[in-house]
């Protein structure tokens, strides 16, 4: 609507969608194409295989994929929850100005350090008493965790401060206890926000490099450390095949989010 | 008392017997059941958020104060006061990287800022069928790991890529393309990765402005170009501003994109972390720079909360 | 140990009345004694004391803003009084949660349960109150019988209409079968044709439920006059006046109530005559117009009062364009008859059921409203009129700032 001329529709038209193709779906179209080539010479890909795919499928590079789905699934448990629990009081105490801003800094703060740092952090911190925890499972899941709170706790307390709290109030009055109120009012209200932030959380967590890098344990090694690995050793075709299988597992695990988010909007 | 008080079933009855019960429950004088839980902002949300500020406390606060303090050390845990970070801040690497970090981060932004007004302008006002799956598309893309990116850079442009063995095929005498291990490659990998982050709040704008504001403007005699400069920009700065200061502050925090490039000559501040502390155990080094990096972050990440608040606070009082 | 000892605790207060059979039941259901509210440096009310009595229903009428909805929110426990105390049947609830106090509340937007059933939403509160199962279901169904929602159970509420979530809400509200039901705006957010069936809705609902106090909150006067044993009219935080809605009608206390419910137009005036206890006849010289009205205070002569008379209470008187020409004439007038007053139309406005004429009074410089009923001569706008008023349907009030 804003040009009228058929001509500069068009030209925009041709820029966007170079854009687009260059931006989105190239990387895409190129790691899918890459990870079932068994060479590439020539424009295109040549003798197809299913070689790279299989080896992703295969014995350590499966195991790194379990990992990555273990790992990120906790994390986001972790970080929904705790990303939950403090958007509900922050969104509760609207009232009091000072906690609500204080939460919004302290949550929010962590995403804005870069991972490496945070990695980094963990290791100083968790590799001397009191608390030893370099070389666990649970320093990977915690770096994680601390990196998408602030995702899960923005995408929640948007949602909770824009609940009406006459709502909560109107189940008070009916003689509710503050407990029930949450558990049978405010939290199901909640619940699409809490599913998309699962959902982003898992997706980052499926992905993170920079804090796993600097955390993990050699027994506990993650999709994309595997695939950073592969990248290093010049072997590109195992790689996109390796980043595809992380691709494909990511949204089938978001496709679950969606579908319990869609039955508990039904019910 | 609450049987004798039990619900009945004539409404006078048990009319009274609703107040009554929720009387005798009540015990409306001290104790903390009088303080008003339900009222916000009473002394048990604070309370109550206590749990999670513990975990960032002890999994964040507590680990930045470790770097801090492991900055005044050496690798033994002895304290050798300023020394580490003289050492680093003359050292020119630290300088470099810092340079660096900076000058790709602004780069990328720029490359974002540019090409995401330009798609989020497109997909708003010269729409066609199937935008609206171009928009979810790139909603999706912003979940996806950033180093898809640099990884499909590597197949297509980089020295074994496809498009150098095309070349060596086409003009066997010329020389390799190799800009994917340089700076312009790392710039190129990071705006496809963020640009979408500054599609998306332009696009949430976007609709929100009214249509008839274009029309009028429209027939007011304003072409498109005038349009977008005075009235669809101006509508969009804050929103703008605001996500190029996120960029900025992603960019300046990459590590992934940098890493999977495997650029030698492309050292940045997070990558110097990485360096000194995972490849040459380098703690009280990597912990200099760390702070240094986190200054850097925090300033910045300020700097865009205060533009923010400004920029959509002085929209909101005086709409244009 | 810790259980037993709450449950003694609890125990206590219901030990100071013996039980509910043999009470002697407090005549208050609700008492706000010189309650406040503030947040921060604003006020939103200020030391209102107030009794509701069981079976009565008080309306709290007043402007946006005049504190009606926080005097609500209050009673419900929604705010926490800055200072005063809040009672229910005589006990006191300042610091009880809303959960505590039994009460049932309507809110303006109905704030209904989005995820739940009509029949969940309903049941919310006996669910809550832990009641049993079959016990739940038979209420469900009589309170949903009882707005006429039996046939919705199992609907959603964003499948319903305003005036069936209104129903929903009200029907959720009587569920816990309150000893109080607050209502604030209930009929706000409906449009004007339904507006008028709910208000019968209600008052047939109120006919049925003798035994509960009802407070109200509305801006419409049509609402309070219609539904209210009592109103409380409400301005800048405060308490202005509360009576009847008789008695505020026909002889408010201030010029604000004057005003506000019904519309009365208020000309200044001097006292003439002393009246020494109130409820005697004054005369006044309002200009130079000499008037006759009801004086609800003692008033002394030389002292300042407004003549509040509302827009029915107008009268032409016959022959009135010569007889007004006359006045005109001779300027300010000798003030010969009583509570004639000279003025000339401003605007004609046809309502339907009659005419409600502008009419600007000579040597007043007041304007005034006059409803004319239906199948009566309608002067022209620019005519000259003489207005009268019957002096028992005038009635003077103190002159306060508006």
């Known amino acids: 609507m804003l040009l009228h001329a058929k001509s500069a529709r068009l030209a925009t038209w041709t820029l966007l969608a170079a854009a687009l193709l260059l931006l989105v779906a190239a990387p895409l179209l190129v790691t899918f194409m890459a990870a079932f080539a068994g060479s590439w010479n020539g424009v295109l890909p040549a003798a197809p295989t299913l070689r790279h795919v299989a080896g992703a499928l295969a014995a350590d590079n499966f195991s790194s994929l379990v990992v990555s789905l273990q790992t990120a699934v906790f994390a986001s448990l972790l970080a929904v929850l705790l990303g939950t629990w403090a958007a509900v009081c922050s969104a509760s105490a609207a009232a009091s100005p000072g906690l609500a801003r204080l939460a919004d800094a302290v949550f929010h703060l962590p995403a804005a350090v870069p991972s490496v740092v945070v990695g980094l952090g963990l290791l100083t911190a968790f590799s001397k008493p009191p608390l030893l925890l370099n070389g666990t499972v649970a320093i990977v899941v915690v770096a994680q965790s601390m990196l998408v709170l602030a995702f899960a706790y923005s995408t929640v307390s948007a949602a909770a401060r824009g609940q009406d709290p006459m709502v909560a109030l109107a189940a008070a009055s009916l003689g509710a206890s503050q407990l029930r109120v949450l558990l049978t009012v405010r939290l199901p209200l909640l619940l699409p926000a809490i599913a998309a932030a699962a959902g982003l959380a898992v997706a980052l967590c499926m992905g993170e490099l920079g804090a796993t890098v600097m955390v993990y344990p050699a027994s506990w090694r993650t999709l994309p450390v595997t695939v950073f690995a592969l990248v290093d050793r010049g072997a590109l075709f195992d790689a996109a095949a390796n980043t595809l299988v992380l691709l494909a597992v990511t949204v089938a695990v978001l496709a679950v989010i969606a579908k319990c988010r869609g039955n508990s909007a039904v019910r | 008392m609450r049987t004798a008080a039990g619900p009945r079933v004539t409404p006078a009855l048990v009319g009274s017997a609703g107040v009554g019960s929720a009387r005798v429950t009540g015990a409306p004088k001290a104790g903390p059941a009088s303080s008003f839980p339900h009222i916000p902002g009473s002394w048990r949300s604070w309370l109550w958020l206590a749990v999670p500020l513990l975990f960032v406390a002890v999994f964040f606060a507590y680990p930045l104060a470790q770097i801090g303090a492991q900055s005044f050390q050496d690798k033994y845990g002895a304290g050798v006061g300023l020394a580490n970070w003289q050492y680093e801040l003359s050292s020119a690497a630290v300088q470099k990287a810092t340079a660096a970090t900076l000058k790709i981060a602004a780069l990328s932004t720029l490359g974002a800022l540019l090409l995401g007004t330009f798609i989020a302008l497109a997909l708003s006002f010269v729409p066609f069928r199937g935008a609206g799956l171009v928009t979810r598309l790139i909603e999706t893309v912003v979940s996806f790991p950033s180093f898809l990116i640099p990884l499909a850079f590597s197949i297509l442009y980089g020295r074994t890529g496809v498009v150098n063995s095309v070349l060596g095929q086409l003009a066997p005498g010329l020389p390799a393309l190799n800009f994917v291990n340089d700076v312009p490659g790392v710039v190129l990998a990071e705006v496809a990765f963020y640009t979408p982050f500054v599609v998306r709040p332009l696009l949430a704008v976007f609709s929100q402005l009214p249509r008839e504001l274009l029309d009028v403007a429209g027939s007011l005699g304003s072409g498109p170009l005038a349009i977008v400069r005075t009235v669809i920009l101006p509508a969009g700065l804050p929103a703008l501003a605001a996500s190029a200061g996120l960029t900025f502050l992603l960019t300046m925090n990459e590590f992934g994109i940098i890493l999977f490039t495997g650029a030698k000559n492309v050292m940045t501040l997070p990558m110097l972390i990485y360096t000194r502390s995972i490849v040459t155990f380098d703690m009280p080094s990597a912990a200099v720079i760390a702070c240094i990096q986190v200054a850097l972050s925090l300033g910045v990440y300020c700097l865009y909360r205060w533009t923010y608040k400004k920029l959509s606070g002085a929209n909101h009082a005086a709409p244009r | ?402």
Not at chain 3, 234 to 261: D, H, V
Not at chain 3, 275 to 281: F, K, N, Q, S, T
């Open chain 3, 1 to 402: 140990m810790l259980s037993t000892m709450k449950k003694s605790r609890r125990a206590a207060p219901a030990a100071g009345h013996p039980t509910p059979a043999a009470a002697v039941e407090p005549e208050n259901a609700v008492e706000l004694r010189d309650v406040s509210v503030s947040y921060g440096t604003t006020v939103a009310l200020s030391g209102l004391s107030l009794a509701v009595a069981r079976g009565e229903t008080v309306a709290l009428l007043g402007p946006s803003g005049s504190g009606k909805s926080t005097a609500l929110k209050a009673i419900a426990g929604f705010e926490r009084p800055s200072s005063g105390r809040v009672l229910l049947d005589g006990v006191d609830v300042t610091d009880a949660s809303p959960a505590r106090r039994g009460i049932g509340v309507v809110v303006q937007q109905y704030a209904l349960f989005p995820h739940m059933r009509v029949d969940a939403n309903v049941a919310y509160g006996l669910k809550a109150r832990r009641m049993p199962k079959a016990e739940i279901a038979a209420r469900v169904k009589a309170m949903l019988e009882m707005v006429g929602m039996e046939g919705h159970a199992h609907k959603l509420p964003r499948q319903l209409s305003g005036g069936q979530q209104q129903r929903v809400a009200i029907a959720r509200a009587l569920a816990i079968r309150p000893q109080v039901l607050l209502l604030d705006e209930p009929l706000s957010a409906l449009d004007a044709s339904l507006r008028a069936e709910m208000l019968l809705e209600l008052q047939a609902l109120r006919a049925e439920l003798p035994d509960i106090a009802m407070v109200y909150v509305t801006h419409d006067q049509s609402e309070a006059l219609t539904l209210a044993d009592r109103i409380a009219v409400m301005r800048n935080a405060r308490l202005e006046e509360i009576g009847t809605a008789e008695q505020l009608y026909s002889r408010p206390a201030g010029a604000f109530t004057a005003k506000f419910l019904g519309g009365a137009s208020l000309l200044p005036a001097i006292s003439t005559t002393v009246v020494p206890d109130g409820g005697a006849m004054g005369s006044v010289l309002a200009g130079a117009h000499r008037m006759k009205a009801v004086a609800p205070f003692a008033v002394n002569p030389g002292g300042r009062v407004l003549v509040a008379v509302r827009p029915h209470a107008w009268k032409l008187a016959a022959g009135s364009p010569a007889a007004a020409a006359g006045w005109a004439g001779d300027g300010a007038g000798d003030g010969y008859t009583v509570n004639s007053l000279p003025g000339r139309v401003e605007s004609v406005q046809w309502r339907g059921a009659g005419h409600r004429l502008q009419v600007d009074l000579i040597g007043l410089s007041e304007r005034v409203t006059v409803d004319l009923p239906a199948m009566s001569a309608v002067p022209a706008p620019g005519d000259l009129v003489v207005l009268t008023v019957e002096p028992q349907h005038a009635v003077l009030v103190p002159a306060g700032e508006l």
